[in-house]
Protein backbone atom coordinates (compact mmCIF):
# COMPACT_ATOMS: atom_id res chain seq x y z
CA UNK A 1 0.00 0.00 0.00
CA UNK A 2 1.49 3.69 -0.61
CA UNK A 3 -0.18 6.17 2.01
CA UNK A 4 1.20 9.92 0.94
CA UNK A 5 0.99 13.45 2.04
CA UNK A 6 1.06 16.36 0.01
CA UNK A 7 0.82 20.25 0.61
CA UNK A 8 -0.96 22.17 -2.67
CA UNK A 9 0.03 25.55 -2.33
CA UNK A 10 -3.33 27.57 -3.08
CA UNK A 11 -5.28 24.29 -4.03
CA UNK A 12 -7.95 26.17 -3.37
CA UNK A 13 -7.81 29.06 -5.93
CA UNK A 14 -8.38 26.42 -8.15
CA UNK A 15 -12.01 26.10 -7.97
CA UNK A 16 -15.08 27.98 -8.66
CA UNK A 17 -17.99 28.55 -5.66
CA UNK A 18 -20.03 25.02 -6.94
CA UNK A 19 -16.61 23.22 -6.69
CA UNK A 20 -15.68 23.03 -9.88
CA UNK A 21 -12.11 22.64 -11.29
CA UNK A 22 -10.89 26.05 -13.06
CA UNK A 23 -9.05 25.02 -16.26
CA UNK A 24 -8.24 28.52 -17.87
CA UNK A 25 -5.82 30.76 -18.69
CA UNK A 26 -6.24 32.94 -15.42
CA UNK A 27 -3.43 33.33 -13.12
CA UNK A 28 -3.53 31.05 -10.10
CA UNK A 29 -2.81 32.04 -6.69
CA UNK A 30 0.95 30.62 -7.12
CA UNK A 31 3.35 32.79 -8.62
CA UNK A 32 3.32 33.37 -12.86
CA UNK A 33 1.49 29.99 -13.12
CA UNK A 34 -2.33 29.84 -14.96
CA UNK A 35 -4.99 27.91 -13.16
CA UNK A 36 -4.23 25.58 -16.55
CA UNK A 37 -0.92 25.01 -15.87
CA UNK A 38 -1.21 24.72 -11.97
CA UNK A 39 -4.31 21.91 -12.38
CA UNK A 40 -2.27 20.14 -15.69
CA UNK A 41 0.65 19.51 -13.20
CA UNK A 42 -0.81 18.60 -10.20
CA UNK A 43 -2.85 16.02 -12.44
CA UNK A 44 0.35 14.64 -13.73
CA UNK A 45 1.94 14.64 -9.79
CA UNK A 46 -1.25 12.36 -7.93
CA UNK A 47 -1.37 9.95 -11.17
CA UNK A 48 2.67 9.68 -11.26
CA UNK A 49 2.07 9.16 -7.35
CA UNK A 50 -0.72 6.48 -7.60
CA UNK A 51 -1.28 6.64 -3.71
CA UNK A 52 -3.86 4.74 -2.36
CA UNK A 53 -4.58 7.46 0.19
CA UNK A 54 -2.86 11.20 0.24
CA UNK A 55 -3.57 13.12 3.35
CA UNK A 56 -4.17 17.01 1.05
CA UNK A 57 -2.58 19.73 3.22
CA UNK A 58 -4.14 23.00 1.94
CA UNK A 59 -6.63 20.75 0.43
CA UNK A 60 -9.66 23.05 -1.19
CA UNK A 61 -11.95 25.05 0.97
CA UNK A 62 -14.92 23.43 2.78
CA UNK A 63 -17.78 25.73 4.59
CA UNK A 64 -21.95 26.12 4.46
CA UNK A 65 -21.65 27.58 1.22
CA UNK A 66 -18.81 25.05 -0.22
CA UNK A 67 -18.06 21.45 0.01
CA UNK A 68 -14.39 21.18 -0.48
CA UNK A 69 -14.61 17.06 -0.62
CA UNK A 70 -16.92 17.60 -3.96
CA UNK A 71 -14.17 19.86 -5.09
CA UNK A 72 -11.53 16.52 -4.44
CA UNK A 73 -13.54 13.80 -5.95
CA UNK A 74 -14.43 16.13 -9.11
CA UNK A 75 -10.66 16.76 -9.15
CA UNK A 76 -9.81 13.11 -8.90
CA UNK A 77 -12.40 12.02 -11.38
CA UNK A 78 -11.10 14.94 -14.33
CA UNK A 79 -7.49 13.04 -14.22
CA UNK A 80 -9.02 9.43 -13.69
CA UNK A 81 -7.41 8.76 -10.40
CA UNK A 82 -7.67 5.52 -8.32
CA UNK A 83 -7.94 7.78 -5.08
CA UNK A 84 -10.94 9.13 -5.79
CA UNK A 85 -13.00 9.63 -2.16
CA UNK A 86 -12.11 12.20 -0.16
CA UNK A 87 -12.83 13.15 4.06
CA UNK A 88 -12.60 16.40 5.61
CA UNK A 89 -12.71 16.58 9.31
CA UNK A 90 -13.07 19.60 11.24
CA UNK A 91 -13.28 22.71 8.75
CA UNK A 92 -11.28 25.49 9.49
CA UNK A 93 -11.73 29.58 8.57
CA UNK A 94 -7.97 29.53 6.91
CA UNK A 95 -9.18 28.35 3.27
CA UNK A 96 -7.02 25.53 3.56
CA UNK A 97 -8.63 21.82 5.12
CA UNK A 98 -6.37 19.27 5.88
CA UNK A 99 -8.46 16.06 3.65
CA UNK A 100 -8.08 12.31 3.09
CA UNK A 101 -7.99 11.29 -0.92
CA UNK A 102 -8.30 7.28 -1.08
CA UNK A 103 -9.13 4.54 -3.14
CA UNK A 104 -12.28 3.37 -1.49
CA UNK A 105 -11.49 -0.52 -2.87
CA UNK A 106 -8.33 -0.34 -1.30
CA UNK A 107 -9.14 1.51 1.96
CA UNK A 108 -11.95 1.61 4.50
CA UNK A 109 -11.95 5.28 6.34
CA UNK A 110 -13.56 7.27 8.38
CA UNK A 111 -13.12 10.70 10.33
CA UNK A 112 -12.84 9.47 13.71
CA UNK A 113 -12.38 12.33 16.20
CA UNK A 114 -11.02 11.51 19.74
CA UNK A 115 -11.54 13.35 22.79
CA UNK A 116 -14.34 16.26 24.24
CA UNK A 117 -14.66 19.37 22.93
CA UNK A 118 -13.77 21.21 26.23
CA UNK A 119 -11.22 22.28 27.33
CA UNK A 120 -8.11 20.41 29.30
CA UNK A 121 -5.34 20.85 31.06
CA UNK A 122 -1.90 19.60 29.88
CA UNK A 123 -1.93 17.15 33.09
CA UNK A 124 -5.75 16.55 32.62
CA UNK A 125 -8.04 14.82 29.71
CA UNK A 126 -6.72 15.91 26.12
CA UNK A 127 -9.68 17.65 24.08
CA UNK A 128 -10.87 16.86 21.05
CA UNK A 129 -8.85 18.98 18.54
CA UNK A 130 -11.85 21.57 17.91
CA UNK A 131 -11.79 22.25 21.36
CA UNK A 132 -9.35 24.54 23.22
CA UNK A 133 -5.66 23.16 25.06
CA UNK A 134 -4.68 24.62 28.31
CA UNK A 135 -1.56 24.98 28.88
CA UNK A 136 1.08 27.51 30.82
CA UNK A 137 2.89 28.79 27.86
CA UNK A 138 5.60 31.32 29.63
CA UNK A 139 5.76 29.98 33.20
CA UNK A 140 4.19 32.50 34.56
CA UNK A 141 1.68 30.35 36.45
CA UNK A 142 -1.20 31.16 34.07
CA UNK A 143 -2.83 28.70 31.83
CA UNK A 144 -3.26 29.79 27.98
CA UNK A 145 -6.04 28.78 25.76
CA UNK A 146 -4.32 27.47 22.83
CA UNK A 147 -6.67 26.63 19.79
CA UNK A 148 -5.74 24.67 16.13
CA UNK A 149 -6.11 26.84 13.28
CA UNK A 150 -5.95 24.04 10.94
CA UNK A 151 -7.38 20.89 13.82
CA UNK A 152 -5.15 17.44 12.75
CA UNK A 153 -7.55 15.25 10.69
CA UNK A 154 -8.48 11.29 12.84
CA UNK A 155 -8.73 9.23 11.02
CA UNK A 156 -9.83 5.16 11.57
CA UNK A 157 -8.87 3.35 8.76
CA UNK A 158 -9.17 -0.38 7.82
CA UNK A 159 -6.86 -2.07 4.83
CA UNK A 160 -8.13 -4.26 2.04
CA UNK A 161 -6.57 -7.34 3.98
CA UNK A 162 -8.47 -6.06 7.08
CA UNK A 163 -5.29 -4.16 9.04
CA UNK A 164 -6.48 -1.46 11.28
CA UNK A 165 -5.15 2.07 11.48
CA UNK A 166 -5.10 5.14 12.62
CA UNK A 167 -3.78 8.54 10.33
CA UNK A 168 -3.49 12.11 11.96
CA UNK A 169 -2.74 14.42 9.17
CA UNK A 170 -1.74 17.87 10.65
CA UNK A 171 -0.83 21.28 9.45
CA UNK A 172 0.92 23.02 12.52
CA UNK A 173 0.99 27.16 12.22
CA UNK A 174 3.60 28.99 10.75
CA UNK A 175 5.81 30.63 12.77
CA UNK A 176 6.60 33.78 10.53
CA UNK A 177 5.64 37.06 11.72
CA UNK A 178 2.97 38.39 9.65
CA UNK A 179 2.53 41.65 9.92
CA UNK A 180 5.01 42.69 12.70
CA UNK A 181 7.38 45.73 11.41
CA UNK A 182 10.79 46.14 13.23
CA UNK A 183 13.14 43.71 14.61
CA UNK A 184 11.65 44.19 17.86
CA UNK A 185 8.22 43.36 17.15
CA UNK A 186 9.14 40.83 14.80
CA UNK A 187 10.69 39.21 17.60
CA UNK A 188 8.18 39.37 19.89
CA UNK A 189 5.30 37.69 17.34
CA UNK A 190 7.72 35.06 16.35
CA UNK A 191 8.67 34.12 19.79
CA UNK A 192 4.77 34.06 20.37
CA UNK A 193 3.90 31.68 17.09
CA UNK A 194 6.83 29.39 18.25
CA UNK A 195 4.94 28.94 21.88
CA UNK A 196 2.10 28.46 20.51
CA UNK A 197 3.24 25.70 16.95
CA UNK A 198 5.11 23.99 20.17
CA UNK A 199 2.03 23.93 22.47
CA UNK A 200 -0.02 22.36 19.50
CA UNK A 201 2.55 20.26 19.32
CA UNK A 202 2.17 18.89 22.98
CA UNK A 203 -1.26 18.94 22.26
CA UNK A 204 -0.77 16.47 19.35
CA UNK A 205 1.83 14.26 21.18
CA UNK A 206 -0.90 13.43 23.60
CA UNK A 207 -2.65 12.01 21.60
CA UNK A 208 -0.47 10.19 19.66
CA UNK A 209 0.77 8.72 22.90
CA UNK A 210 -2.56 7.60 24.04
CA UNK A 211 -2.51 5.48 20.75
CA UNK A 212 0.79 4.58 20.95
CA UNK A 213 0.15 2.72 24.62
CA UNK A 214 -3.13 1.40 23.59
CA UNK A 215 -1.29 -0.79 20.89
CA UNK A 216 -2.36 1.49 17.75
CA UNK A 217 -1.03 0.95 14.73
CA UNK A 218 -0.58 5.14 14.32
CA UNK A 219 0.86 7.41 10.90
CA UNK A 220 1.26 10.69 11.80
CA UNK A 221 1.34 12.45 8.06
CA UNK A 222 1.08 16.04 7.30
CA UNK A 223 2.82 19.75 6.95
CA UNK A 224 4.66 20.52 10.75
CA UNK A 225 5.91 23.82 9.12
CA UNK A 226 9.24 22.82 11.36
CA UNK A 227 12.23 20.90 11.45
CA UNK A 228 15.54 20.52 13.54
CA UNK A 229 17.66 23.80 13.17
CA UNK A 230 14.45 25.68 10.86
CA UNK A 231 15.37 28.88 12.59
CA UNK A 232 16.73 30.39 15.61
CA UNK A 233 13.98 30.47 18.21
CA UNK A 234 14.69 26.50 18.58
CA UNK A 235 17.55 27.32 20.72
CA UNK A 236 15.23 29.62 23.02
CA UNK A 237 12.72 26.20 23.72
CA UNK A 238 15.22 24.03 23.59
CA UNK A 239 13.46 21.54 20.84
CA UNK A 240 11.84 21.31 17.64
CA UNK A 241 7.94 20.21 17.14
CA UNK A 242 9.44 18.01 15.48
CA UNK A 243 11.26 16.44 18.34
CA UNK A 244 8.12 16.77 20.50
CA UNK A 245 5.92 14.90 17.87
CA UNK A 246 8.55 12.22 17.73
CA UNK A 247 8.81 11.37 20.99
CA UNK A 248 11.68 10.93 23.35
CA UNK A 249 10.78 7.85 24.65
CA UNK A 250 8.85 4.54 24.35
CA UNK A 251 7.06 3.96 22.69
CA UNK A 252 7.36 6.70 20.15
CA UNK A 253 7.16 7.32 16.28
CA UNK A 254 9.55 7.12 13.81
CA UNK A 255 10.62 8.81 10.24
CA UNK A 256 14.25 8.41 8.57
CA UNK A 257 14.25 11.99 7.05
CA UNK A 258 13.55 13.32 10.80
CA UNK A 259 16.61 11.00 12.47
CA UNK A 260 19.12 11.71 9.59
CA UNK A 261 18.55 15.98 10.01
CA UNK A 262 18.23 15.26 13.39
CA UNK A 263 21.62 13.11 13.82
CA UNK A 264 23.04 16.01 10.97
CA UNK A 265 22.89 19.87 11.85
CA UNK A 266 25.30 20.42 8.90
CA UNK A 267 25.68 19.09 5.80
CA UNK A 268 23.45 17.72 3.13
CA UNK A 269 19.84 16.76 4.73
CA UNK A 270 16.51 15.64 3.09
CA UNK A 271 14.27 18.29 1.92
CA UNK A 272 10.81 18.43 0.88
CA UNK A 273 9.85 22.31 -0.17
CA UNK A 274 11.67 24.75 -1.94
CA UNK A 275 10.56 28.67 -1.81
CA UNK A 276 12.18 31.77 -3.65
CA UNK A 277 13.42 33.97 -1.41
CA UNK A 278 12.68 37.66 -3.43
CA UNK A 279 14.80 39.65 -1.58
CA UNK A 280 17.66 37.45 -1.98
CA UNK A 281 17.25 36.37 -5.71
CA UNK A 282 17.65 32.35 -4.09
CA UNK A 283 15.75 29.40 -3.28
CA UNK A 284 15.12 28.15 0.10
CA UNK A 285 15.00 24.66 0.50
CA UNK A 286 13.53 23.08 4.04
CA UNK A 287 12.23 19.49 5.30
CA UNK A 288 8.95 20.55 6.56
CA UNK A 289 6.43 17.33 5.43
CA UNK A 290 6.74 13.99 7.35
CA UNK A 291 5.12 10.73 7.73
CA UNK A 292 6.27 9.27 10.78
CA UNK A 293 5.07 5.42 11.99
CA UNK A 294 4.60 3.57 14.93
CA UNK A 295 7.27 1.14 16.24
CA UNK A 296 4.72 -1.64 15.25
CA UNK A 297 4.79 -0.52 11.33
CA UNK A 298 8.07 -0.79 10.92
CA UNK A 299 7.94 -4.38 10.74
CA UNK A 300 6.03 -4.30 7.50
CA UNK A 301 8.44 -3.02 5.21
CA UNK A 302 7.90 0.59 5.00
CA UNK A 303 10.06 2.65 2.06
CA UNK A 304 9.57 6.65 2.29
CA UNK A 305 10.40 8.85 -0.69
CA UNK A 306 10.42 12.20 -1.20
CA UNK A 307 9.56 13.29 -4.94
CA UNK A 308 11.85 15.72 -5.12
CA UNK A 309 12.16 16.86 -8.61
CA UNK A 310 16.08 17.23 -8.02
CA UNK A 311 16.83 15.33 -5.73
CA UNK A 312 14.83 11.94 -6.67
CA UNK A 313 16.22 10.19 -10.14
CA UNK A 314 13.27 9.11 -10.84
CA UNK A 315 11.82 12.33 -11.06
CA UNK A 316 14.15 14.22 -12.05
CA UNK A 317 15.11 12.02 -15.27
CA UNK A 318 11.16 11.99 -16.09
CA UNK A 319 10.85 15.98 -17.29
CA UNK A 320 7.43 16.05 -17.31
CA UNK A 321 7.38 14.77 -14.28
CA UNK A 322 10.30 16.93 -13.03
CA UNK A 323 8.27 20.20 -14.27
CA UNK A 324 5.19 19.15 -13.37
CA UNK A 325 6.88 19.27 -9.78
CA UNK A 326 7.79 22.53 -9.66
CA UNK A 327 4.63 24.27 -11.50
CA UNK A 328 2.15 22.76 -9.07
CA UNK A 329 3.07 23.49 -5.23
CA UNK A 330 6.06 24.81 -3.37
CA UNK A 331 5.88 21.43 -1.49
CA UNK A 332 7.14 18.07 -2.94
CA UNK A 333 4.77 14.97 -2.03
CA UNK A 334 6.32 12.49 0.83
CA UNK A 335 5.06 8.73 0.08
CA UNK A 336 5.36 5.41 2.21
CA UNK A 337 5.42 1.96 0.40
CA UNK A 338 4.15 -0.43 3.29
CA UNK A 339 2.88 -3.92 3.15
CA UNK A 340 -0.41 -3.54 5.03
Known amino acids: MRIATYNVEWFNALFDGDGQLLVDDH ?41 GTKALEGFAKVFGLRARRAIIGFANETQQEIALLYDPDKLEARHDPVGQPAPGSVGGEVPRFDGHFRIDLDIDATEDRVAFSKPPLEIAARTASGKELRLIGAHLKSKAPHGAKGRDAIMRVSIANRRKQLAQAIWLHRRIKAHLIAGESLILLGDLNDGPGLDEYENLFGRSSVEILLGSDAPHLFDPHARQALARRIGSQPTTSRFFLSHEGRYLQALLDYIMISEDLRAASPKWRIWHPFDDLGCYKTPELREALLTASDHFPVSLDIEI
Open 27 to 67: WSARHDVTRAQQAEALGIVFTALDADAIMVIEAPDSHARRD
